[in-house]
């Protein structure tokens, strides 16, 4: 136990340590430049989605691999709603991605997983929605704790606790295609660029 | 290290502390928490949305946000400081900001030494006025010590009220007591040891190491007097947190209280009255028997009608209950009713099974609340009940058994074997948890920090506690948010973990 939170701890002075230094040795003017810096792209190696149960924040019961496989490309993040500033910052940035997409007649489904289940009701997901501008097709969803720690740990994005989770964003362009994993905090054009050119194979 | 145990002390001595106010605080309060907005992009956060109450910054989601409260932002960062930051950050020198280089930082991103802030920091259209304001605020917050800690000793404070169940009052005390030696029994003289380190050199962790200091509070009378005991105790030797407590009908003057004094107030025995979280200062365990209620008219759908068996003994219990039940649409009656809705302890409720004998028309729905139900007490109960629901915010049955072997095994060395094991359980827990928390407040002791600290921590910390996935986050304050419902069917039950409907 005292390990845990030492680790925790730990963990978190060395990366606010490298965010300090990161800065301090690379001063960087432009937003999408500096946001850039801080993204890493790559192809993750997954297995076949798990049929895990969800529910929706309008309470209705999905399956995860009978949910995630519209043939226009998909966004898929982890949330919680008392997130104290990254999970806000990321939906915010993807209501504008939507937005965008929209206004240029691209169709995009974006999938919102809590990992935090046993606070996020289905009614707590749609409170927190409220506080940004989300269009159709985007679905929030919660479930039981056991079955979404399932799901995080499929797609690499479980750290121990809801805090120490990673900005994680999860693509590909349709259900056939191979996933991209972008880890950071991509501006919404940067993103909207990525997802234009999302690899079909 | 070394240099740590000047913190506290320097604190208090810091010129900026004594700088008059050129700048209306409580305003930039206001400015800070998001009660008056602060001028910026559309859908930009108030500072404490990230920076946190504390003002101390936070980690969460891959990143880090500086701490920017008086003592840290008005202060300049050079080798003298860097040991408050990681190995990595040891060579990140800044200059002390002002009110005018935190100005052209919130309008511009720049800090006094050129650094462009990360993207994800807001840049303010901020006007002179809110920066006077907003300056004044952070050079207060979090600059006080706070009471009831020093370098050596920290003083806890346990509260009871008159009408808590004395035999668990005294189980929760006695091992507080024992948690509490122990601790101090580890100190191995650190004063000394922060002594000789000061003239060798040699670093000295000794914050881990602090003296526990715990009172008894014992309220008595009536619960419009408990605010002025309470004041009273605080300002006749103060506290700097309260660990556990044991109530009954009410415990919404205490919640009162730790919010007053911003007193971290964690209460792994005392549910949080059914509703919210009763705000930012007190931790607790459980909802409480409201929800349990709530849960139960989920699957008592069908009564219109039900009995409810409660002990006479607590009749505010019983009253509250029977209003749960009322706002959920059931009428309470006498006898007669499709449905009985039990809130006995095990004993009496399997001696009320007995003498009552529900057929297997009647649903019997059995919320003990606080009673944990081992494997003993469920079959003493079960058999006697051909139809119904239990539910139970703890573990239950063998599961329970094991989880509390942990803290059986703790009482057996300390020969407190006749002290109850699940409220021993909960009660180390919090006291476990306080601790590590201590341990771990790299920036400092003020009381908003460590509750920061455990809405990160609490869910990493070895669980003795019968209740399930302890965990806060900002904006919750009760950690474990749902109860198992089991229904039973020829004695045997199935159980299902329900969260809030």
Known sequence: MLMALLLMRRRSLLVLGMGLIGTALRPMPARAAAAGEHLQVFRPQLAPLPSVALTTMQGQARLLDRELVADVP???????????????????????????????????????????????????????????????????????????????????????????????????RHARAPWL?????????ELVALIESLPAA | MRRAACWLAAAALLPWAAVAQAGDAERGRSLYDGRLPLAAA?????????????????????????????????????????????PSARYRVRPAYDEASLGALLRSGVSPDGVTLHPLMPRYAIGDADLADLTAHLRLLSSEPPPGITADSVRV?????????PLRRDAMLATLARFVEQKNGQSRHEAQRMKQAARTGEMAMYRKFRVWQLDHWALHGDPGTWRAQLDAWQARQPVYAVVAGLGGAQWAPI???????????????????????????SLHYHAGIDLDVRLAARVLKGARTVELWADPAAPALAERVQSALTREGFQVVGEGATAIVSVLPPAAHAARLRSARPGSRTVVAWLPGTHALGRAEIEATLPLTPRGW??????????????????????????????????????????????????????????????????????????WSPYPRLAIGPDQRIASKGSWVGEVRDGRVDWQWRTAP
Not at chain 2, 157 to 165: H, L, S, V, W
Request: hydrophobic share 40%; proline share 7%.
């Open chain 2, 255 to 281: 919640d009162d209280f730790c919010a007053r004094q911003r007193l971290p107030c964690l209460l792994p025995l005392v549910d949080a009255g059914g509703g919210a979280a009763p705000g930012f200062y």
């Open chain 2, 390 to 463: 239990v539910v139970s915010p703890m573990r239950t049955g063998e599961a329970l058994d094991r989880q509390l072997q942990r803290a059986r095994t703790w009482l057996h060395a300390q020969g407190l074997d006749d002290v109850p094991a699940d409220v021993a359980a909960s009660t180390l827990q919090a006291a476990i948890v306080l601790g590590e928390g201590l341990a771990h407040q790299d920036f400092g002791f003020t009381p908003e920090y460590l509750l920061e600290l455990l809405e990160h921590g609490l869910e990493n910390v070895v669980p």
């Open chain 2, 157 to 165: 404070a346990t509260i009871t009220t008159p009408d808590a169940d």
């Open chain 1, 181 to 189: 994993r972008v880890e950071g905090f991509p501006a919404a054009g």
């Open chain 2, 42 to 86: 559309q859908g930009a956060p108030a500072c404490v949305a990230c920076h946190r109450p504390s003002g101390l910054g936070n980690f969460e989601g891959g990143l880090a946000v500086p701490p920017i409260a008086g003592p840290t932002l008005f202060q300049p960062f050079d080798r003298d400081t860097a040991h408050y930051f990681a």
């Open chain 1, 74 to 172: 998909l966004v898929l993040n982890f949330i919680f709603t008392t997130c104290s500033s990254t999970c806000s910052v990321q939906t915010a940035m993807l209501a504008q991605v939507q937005h965008d997409l929209a206004a240029r007649g691209r169709r995009v489904q974006l999938a919102s997983i809590t990992i935090d289940p046993d606070n996020d009701t289905p009614e707590q997901l749609r409170r927190f929605t409220q506080h940004f501008s989300i269009g159709a097709g985007w679905q929030f969803y919660t479930g039981r704790f056991d079955d979404l720690l399932r799901v995080q740990r499929h797609f690499d994005v479980y750290r121990g606790s809801k805090a120490a989770h990673p900005p994680v964003l999860l693509m590909r």
